[in-house]
């Protein structure tokens, strides 16, 4: 009899013995919690050797894990950049060359007016992982009122900007932030985007945050008090994080979309002349960014290095090194699905045609080069990279130029006259790219007029 009983109370405690199995391997996934800035220059962070701004949560999120220094993301501008980082592709496969603007707008340049929901996405793939997915701040990939929403891309919570679902105001996003994080902790693992204003404009920073930077010249002043109070969020999302005892088990990454708009600053800069009715608008409408490209030619636009090469601190305790650089590796934003996939144990579906590739031992300290070329479409041209040399070429592919990023990181030297069979085998990988592309964009992504 009590050997029955036995037998009969295992049979009865096996489920719950296998649930909290599982309750504890999903436990041991890391959390994930991806911080994109928008237009937030390389040279922007006192990390990378800025002089004039603070960014002490940034500088301290660097100690704290591992600075890539060759992070690429796939599109000088916002839309087709945050595509790359979602999808895990290249934003010209879904006709994404430019920010989205109206439908009139896109149809002039032949874009889509939102992603298509049908795309693979990184929130998907976490989610069949077990994850809640979430999102707080800038979409700006499809808010037309036939946009689709939020969760047809696999986002289970959202509040946003530029898209569709619940509103939040631009000064809100820390706040929104913390709130989620506060509420995704009881139900672990969560992956969640913010994705910050700053330094987007318009420049508009608080006045108390403008009075820390009052030795500076006016133009300098308001960008430097922009730049902190972004950094400000990325502090405010560390201590949630720390406060709710997530800290330890939580990958934390920090990027930024695209480089920075406007014009560098100079010593004899002068801000713009101010508009009518800036000053009904507060503080800093009428200031431009004078951003920093840490050296790097070109800026916000541009396929040159100061335009896509952006910030990208990676903290994960116990698996990324702390205070550590990565000068070498070639990191890029399609790269992110793969690589945070393999992190979470995720595993892709066997049709997933994906850009990127899985770095994590890039992450990990390990030395990783990446073995697949880099692609880039604009409305002006195209570009490549594959290893050490990226080329350009323009939209009939018939003038190229050629520059070795390793050695000149800065694009000075232009070297197609010396490489010729180079300039011939990159040109001929271009052109193969092209012919995958579609030549119009999904008409089930396009609003009717």
């Known amino acids: 009899m009590k050997h029955t009983l036995a037998v009969l109370l295992s049979l009865l405690l096996t489920p719950l013995t296998a649930l909290r199995a599982a309750e504890t391997t999903q436990s041991t996934k890391p959390n994930i919690v991806f911080i994109y800035a928008d237009d937030w220059g390389w040279g922007d962070l006192a990390c990378h050797g800025n002089t004039w701004q603070k960014t002490p949560n940034l500088d301290r999120l660097a100690q704290e894990g591992m600075s890539f220094r060759q992070f690429n993301v796939l599109s000088p501008v916002c839309s087709p950049s945050r595509v790359a980082a979602t999808t895990g592709q290249f934003p010209a496969r879904y006709s994404f060359l430019f920010a989205l603007m109206s439908p009139e707008a896109n149809r002039k340049i032949g874009q889509p007016d939102w992603l298509d ?29 036939n946009a689709p929403q939020m969760s047809a891309y696999g986002v289970d919570v959202s509040t946003v900007y530029h898209g569709p679902g ?16 506060e509420e995704l902790k009881q139900r672990q693992p969560f992956y969640l985007n913010v994705w910050i204003p700053q330094t987007h404009l ?10 820390l930077f009052k030795a500076l010249d006016p133009q300098r002043q308001a960008y430097a008090a922009w730049i902190y109070e972004g950094d400000q969020i990325v502090g ?29 600053w100079k010593p004899d800069a002068r801000p713009p002349t101010p508009k009518d009715g800036d000053a009904k608008k507060g503080f800093g409408k009428h200031y431009s ?18 335009g896509v090469r952006t910030p990208f601190i ?19 934003a399609v790269d992110l699905l793969p690589t945070l996939c393999a992190a979470a144990g995720a595993v892709l579906p066997d049709d997933y045609r994906g850009d990127g590739e899985n770095l994590i031992e890039a992450w990990q300290g390990k030395a990783v080069s990446r073995t697949k070329p ?73 609003t009717r007029l």
């Open 166 to 181: 619940p509103q939040l105001g631009k000064g809100e996003v820390g706040k929104y932030a913390v709130k989620t994080i």
């Open 374 to 446: 880099i692609f880039w479409k604009v409305q002006a041209g195209f570009a490549m990279r594959d290893g050490e040399w990226k080329l350009f070429a323009d939209t009939q592919g018939k003038q190229v130029e050629l520059y070795n990023v390793v050695q000149d990181r800065a694009e000075t030297k232009e070297l197609s006259q010396q490489h010729p069979e180079l300039i011939a085998r990159m040109t001929q990988a271009l052109t193969a790219w092209k012919e995958t592309l579609p030549k119009t964009p999904n008409p089930d992504c396009v």
């Open 314 to 332: 990676v903290r994960w305790p116990g698996h990324v090194p702390a205070n550590t650089t990565n000068e070498t590796t070639v990191l890029t």
């Open 202 to 211: 318009a420049i508009q920073p608080s006045q108390a945050s403008v009075e």
């Open 236 to 264: 405010r999302v560390l201590d949630a994080l720390r406060k709710a005892g997530l800290e330890q088990n939580t990958i934390v990454i920090f990027s930024s979309d695209n480089g920075p708009a406007g014009q560098e």
């Open 117 to 145: 929901p049908k795309a693979p996405t990184l929130f998907r793939f976490l989610k069949a992982a077990g994850y809640r997915t979430a999102h707080v701040g800038k979409w700006h990939m499809g808010k037309d009122a």
């Open 289 to 306: 960014s004078v951003g920093s490209t840490g050296g790097l030619r070109g800026r916000k636009g541009s396929l040159f290095e100061g």
